[in-house]
């Protein structure tokens, strides 16, 4: 799931470059703001830094939904045992006991 998250915002960040440039530029001369302008390039700014603390909090949040899972853990090691094992010399059987 993080990495489903995570990808997301990569791809929010990085893969949308163009597309997130259009857009905003669109928006920004929508709001009034001339192409170019001082006014345009702080309104760009703005949309940027917010795309950022999106994908920054996206990201988090799939931090924190890992962070809720519970963990689990191999179980420790059975202590090694000794065995030990007599031949009755007239059957040839083995009587093996373990401790």
Known sequence: MRSLVA???????????????????????GYGYKYGSQAWAQCMERRDEHRKAVGVALIGAGAGMMASQPTYSAPAPAAPMQVYCTRNGLTGLSNCTAQ
């Open 7 to 29: 990808a997301i915002a990569t791809t929010s960040l990085l893969g949308g470059c163009g597309l997130h440039e259009r857009i905003d530029t669109a928006a920004c001369e």
